[in-house]
């Protein structure tokens, strides 16, 4: 179970007062009980405590009667972070809670690691973590230790402003970006082009030969609003960087353009009103309007990175009509629908929630929730999904589920929480990103020097050291991981291959053989029942209406079949009493006093019912080898028939192995079934193996087996019995068609159950692989090639810039060609 999920709710007491209390930041000395999960036993709590113990300045009782902990330590030397992360790689879990912010005004990858730092300082928060693509905070904290207020404090103190997701319009389907007034950011550019549009021109005049210069004066009315007003926020963010002892990219480019500005600004007033000399005013207004172009450009890229998210979100509809019995049809706010209503969903109109069919049919598109493309019969019966656009027909739905249990909730969920995730790279990218600006301006002050050291002038000098100042973009380094995983993972979205956690992704690309499950995964998951064959003596009829009564009684897909059947010959199932069945024998009840008992062979063994003599064996082997399911049935002891079913392979099941084949990944399918049937799917599907008489267990056992020797398996199922081995596998996936513990375990879930889907799931894991690596190939290559072209002069400060803003440009754009990534076959 997934520990952020888990209920308990821990206690917290501050400075040894009782009673939930948020502890204070007086004093070194903290307390906090910790909620802890998986204690079995007394040497459990000795192990925790032991753990805790190694902590410097920690002391720790654990009762294991309360699951609890309570802790005292030094917060000078320990954090509730480090405590609870000490309890879970000691093989424990602590309950927390999480929640999500919008962040508005980061700036570059600097930005994102200081409000993560501020955030991982509040009391009771135990992983705290910072999207700069996203702009985006997820924080888990022990339960009421942190308030929304208390966060957004720490976000303003560092010099951000933070919105709780629940308030920033995220809820309904709108864009935080958008709410950010993009317009004021197009005014100040354009307001910061028509200033600085005279100063460029007159430098390419010049280069041109023609001889015309602006008046120092002019230049200085021109470049000082666009430094001091329109490059305003560069210095805001670069002092609220410095008054947190950080630094950013607002730092380098406020050093950079300043310095370009005051050494024009002093050579003007030396020189006098009519002495000729060098100004750089048009360097540092140039510097300015480029990246202040390139942060609106970036931003534009980074929201189509996260559209797959948007779109999702715009699927929710806010008003459904409710058929009330007394009012009739009535419109009404989403949000009061409760499970049993019955709303009314028109053509065209998208269905409000999930739900089942009661009257009516139609088709409904639900390509941007599953990725089918062809539209869905739906009727009387079916269930239907919140979001799917209805066709032609009317259609009336009983509601199902509600709010965040909706599939589409649930589906955007899986697809933030991947978002939200760091690849094992980003510790590296962070870690450099840390001392990325210090390093930087060192480097300026080693050219400043070198420069001066070997003749130059103090002029020469410092337009080498603005340039390497403005040149360096940690913003591209930043980008680079994250964008590439948000265009992935909304792009995998869209074709519905839902990736819940960057390991999956991570560890697609490597896999090498893929275990499927039989039932459900690579056949329809719907047996029909084809022959009846009745023992002498016995009715046909007779022996499928009893049978149907004692398989009413269960959900297995074969006993539906068999009800089903019994239903369409329009025979009545009667009652039965004593039920009882074992596990992978069989089942039997009364029937209107007939003691019924349907199973294999072992099962009728067991109760000392013989077979016929004959050619039943060889019957039973003929049927199991054309891949045919069969079930005996006894009637009072005596052997009554059997009734045999098949379950159809899925048509796009042979291709899908084929396509698998083609990548050099091997197919093994383990079934439940007989090894007879099993080896007739493996046959037609043209599988490396396949075998029968496999129990859930065995099939986790084999998984393992096979990673021992070092393979790389994925392993696709369906049902609860599949999820052990989706557990034990290195990449789970799940069919969207199966249950949801299978879904919860998995690490990839296809929401079409189409096995094609599973090769889709390893592409797009080696393409956005593949676009994380050309991202920061391009992020480093920039300022490894750009910093030192800037140190020698080679690199004017306005060209340095405009590189600068193409960097995060480039990195940027590249992840959006992930956008375009479709399953093999599918239609763009």
């Known amino acids: 179970m997934d520990r952020r999920s888990e209920p308990d709710i821990p206690e917290i007491r501050g400075n040894g007062a009782p009673g939930l209390k948020k502890p204070t930041d007086e004093g070194a000395r903290g307390e906090v009980t910790l909620q802890i999960g998986g204690m079995t036993c007394s040497s459990c709590a000795g192990r925790i405590e032991k753990a805790l113990g190694k902590l410097p300045g920690v002391s720790s009782e654990v009762n294991l009667a309360l699951n609890s902990a309570h802790v005292t330590f030094d917060r000078d030397q320990t954090s509730v972070s480090k405590l609870a992360d000490t309890i879970r790689s000691a093989g424990y879990s602590v309950a927390d809670e999480s929640r999500s912010f919008d962040i508005d005004g980061m700036t570059c ?21 910072v999207n700069f693509a996203l702009e985006r905070a997820d924080i888990h904290t022990l339960p009421g230790q942190v308030g929304d207020a208390d966060v957004i404090a720490a976000v303003e103190k560092a010099g951000y402003h933070a919105v709780s997701r629940g308030k920033s319009g995220q809820e309904n389907g709108q864009d935080p970006a958008d709410q950010k007034n993009p317009d004021k950011s197009f005014w100040w550019l354009a307001a910061s082009i028509v200033l600085t549009a005279p100063l460029v021109a007159q430098m390419i005049w010049m280069y041109l030969g023609v001889d015309f210069h602006l008046s120092p004066w002019v230049e200085l009315v021109l470049a ?69 172009a390139g942060k609106i450009m970036e931003e534009r890229a980074k929201r189509g990175a996260s559209a797959a998210i948007r779109e999702l979100m715009a699927l929710r509809p806010r008003r459904a009509r409710k058929l009330d019995e007394t009012k009739g049809e009535i ?81 955007i969920r899986l697809v933030e929480h991947a978002q939200t995730g760091k690849a094992p790279v980003q510790k590296l990218v962070d ?64 074709s519905g ?76 199932i009667p009652d039965i009493t004593d039920f009882s069945s074992k596990t992978g024998a069989g089942v039997q009840a009364k029937v209107e006093d007939h003691n019924v008992v349907i199973g294999n062979e072992a099962m009728l063994a067991d109760l000392g019912i013989g077979l016929p003599d004959g050619d039943l064996g060889s019957q039973i082997a003929d049927y199991e080898g054309r891949g045919q399911t069969f079930i005996l049935v006894a009637i009072d002891g005596r052997f009554a028939g059997f009734i045999t079913l098949e379950d159809r392979i ?15 990944i091997n197919s093994i399918m383990l079934s439940g079934d007989g090894e007879d049937v099993a080896s007739y799917v493996a046959e037609q599907l043209g599988l490396e193996e396949g075998r029968g008489r496999i129990r859930p267990q065995d099939k986790a056992r084999e998984v393992e087996k096979l990673r021992k020797v070092g393979r790389h398996v994925a392993m696709v199922g369906d049902g609860i019995n599949d999820a052990p081995a ?25 929401m079409r159950s189409d096995p094609a889907l599973v090769e889709g799931a390893i592409d797009v894991s080696i393409a956005t692989r593949r676009k994380i690596a050309q991202n920061l190939f391009w992020a480093f290559g920039y300022n490894v090639i750009g910093v030192p072209l800037a140190a020698f002069g080679i690199l004017s400060p ?30 763009p």
């Open 726 to 750: 989706l557990a034990a596998a290195d990449v789970g996936i799940a069919m969207g068609g199966g249950t949801d513990v299978a879904m919860e375990t998995a690490g990839i879930t296809l």
């Open 497 to 572: 291959i839902l990736i819940r956690n960057f390991d999956a992704l991570e560890q697609a690309h490597n896999v090498d053989t893929v275990i499927f499950d039989k039932t459900g995964t690579l056949t329809e998951g719907k047996p029909t029942v084809r022959d009846i064959k009745p023992a002498e003596g016995t009715d046909e009829a007779e022996l499928l209406r009893m049978v149907a009564a004692v398989q009413a009684a269960s959900e297995h897909p074969l006993a539906r079949a068999i009800v089903n059947a019994a239903r369409k010959q329009e025979i009545k």
């Open 331 to 411: 419109e009404i706010d989403i949000a009061q629908l409760v499970i049993g209503d019955t709303v009314r969903v028109l053509p065209g109109e998208r269905v409000p929630v999930d739900g089942k069919v009661s009257a009516g049919e139609s088709e409904l598109d639900e390509s941007l929730i599953t990725g089918e493309t062809r539209p869905i019969a739906r009727v009387a019966g079916d269930m239907v999904v919140g979001g799917a656009v209805n066709g032609t027909g009317r259609l009336d739905v009983e509601v199902t589920a509600i709010g965040e249990d909706t599939t589409l909730s649930r589906i």
């Open 224 to 292: 000082t609003p666009v430094q001091f007003l329109i490059g305003w926020r560069f210095y805001r963010g670069a002092w609220m960087a410095l008054r947190n002892a950080s630094a950013n990219m607002d730092v380098l480019v406020a050093l950079g353009t300043s310095a370009a500005y005051f050494l024009s600004l002093y050579n003007m007033i030396v020189a006098g009103h009519d002495g000729q000399t060098h100004l750089y005013f048009e360097a540092s207004a140039a510097i300015i309007t480029l990246i202040l």
């Open 431 to 494: 870690k450099v990103s840390g001392i990325f600006v210090p390093v930087v301006v060192l480097i300026a002050m080693v050219t400043f020097g070198g420069w001066l050291l070997f003749g130059a002038t103090m002029e020469a000098s410092i337009v080498a050291a603005v340039s390497v100042l403005v040149i360096a973009c940690p913003c591209a380094l930043g980008l680079a991981t994250p964008t590439a995983l948000v265009a992935g993972t909304g792009a995998a979205a869209k």
């Open 650 to 664: 899925r048509a796009s099941a042979k291709q899908a192995i084929a396509d698998l084949k083609a990548r050099g």
């Open 798 to 827: 306005a060209i340095a810039g405009a590189a600068m803003a193409l960097s995060s440009v480039s990195v940027v754009s590249n992840s959006l060609l992930l956008r375009g990534w479709k399953v093999r076959g599918e239609k």
């Open 109 to 129: 990858a600097n930005c994102a690691l200081r409000v993560e730092k501020a955030l991982s300082k509040l009391p009771g928060v135990t992983e705290a973590s």
